[in-house]
């Protein structure tokens, strides 16, 4: 038997989950997963016109999980070992249940626009997680760029909301907090098994729990359907739900969870962009200035050693 046979399932998820040389494919595909991101806070506003919030979360997980089943049963995947469904389940109550519902909460009464400069705190919070999580140290002048990153967004958040944070705030600040605990995991997962069976095999574990929640949340909560809120909602079901996350975790295994998550800076000045063509909203000159000077961060976070 030789010493790679030999080593323990944990031995094998530590070996990989080592930061790899970035490759450009991989930074291809985190690109990809962060322009199907940037279209899911306007997707939920306009599932928002015709579904409550709760059925709108609801719904999204069962039509994900039934899309992402039947191409697991389409490609004979094989179910992970025992060792995986720990993580496998971080990633479901991050990615699949808990920030697509805190950030519906927020959208209620929060603008897009807001929601997706606040959000651009996520890959600082994603970094914190994965350097716990995974023994990583990224270099000093990695963080002193996320950081300042991470500054722009706080004191964005505090000037737009009045010098106090509002309950939306709330909502979007605990969803960074489960959403980089979701991508940690699920990054980690994609170095010893497929990129899209980890999205995949975490949004069928839901779907026992989705399909009830559904029923019973389109019980209580009316429904207005039109062309907006269809097309809103098949949006964040297929597009940010399941093949934003297949390219994204893969994305993460070729580059490393901490420079990948740092390409997400990028995601709230795209999302500005969709909120003005799709939604007509108006932005403040805090906004995109607050959108650029993350971007500068990028360049930084991007080229610092790892």
């Avoid at 140290?137 to 996320?146: C, G, H, I, Y």
């Avoid at 093949?243 to 709230?268: C, T």
Wanted: net charge positive.
């Amino acid at each position: 038997m030789t010493a790679q046979n030999s080593a323990t399932a944990p031995e094998r998820i530590a070996v990989a989950t080592r930061p790899t040389r970035p490759s450009a494919s991989g930074t291809l595909q985190a690109v990809l997963g962060v322009v199907a991101f940037s279209l899911t806070f306007p997707a939920t506003a306009w599932g928002l016109e015709g579904f409550g919030p709760w059925s709108l979360v609801a719904v999204r997980s069962v039509l994900a999980a039934l899309i992402a089943g039947a191409c697991l049963l389409a490609t004979g995947a094989r179910v992970p070992e025992r060792h995986s469904w720990p993580g496998l389940a971080v990633v479901a109550a991050g990615v699949v249940v808990g920030f697509p519902l805190l950030t519906t909460l927020a959208l209620e009464t929060s603008t897009t626009a807001h929601a997706a400069v606040v959000v651009g705190l996520l890959p600082l919070t994603t970094a914190l997680f994965s350097a716990l999580r995974t023994g990583h140290r990224p270099s000093r002048t990695f963080w002193t760029a996320a950081l300042a990153g991470a500054a722009a967004v706080v004191a964005f958040t505090v000037q737009q909301s009045g010098g106090a944070l509002t309950t939306a705030d709330m909502y979007l600040f605990a969803a960074l907090l489960i959403c980089a605990a979701g991508y940690t995991e699920g990054g980690r997962l994609a170095r010893v098994m497929p990129g899209w069976h980890v999205v995949g095999w975490a949004l069928v574990l839901c779907l026992p729990l989705g399909v009830p929640a559904a029923a019973l949340a389109l019980s209580y909560e009316p429904v207005h359907v039109t062309a907006h809120s269809v097309t809103g909602l098949l949006w964040v079901a297929a597009g940010s739900q399941f093949l934003g996350l297949v390219v994204w975790y893969r994305g993460m295994a070729a580059i490393g969870i901490p420079k990948a998550s740092q390409l997400q800076l990028a995601q709230p000045l795209l999302t500005l962009v969709w909120s003005v063509l799709l939604l007509g909203e108006h932005l403040t000159a805090a906004a995109p200035l607050t959108a650029a000077a993350v971007l500068v961060c990028i360049a930084v976070t991007q080229r610092a050693r790892g």
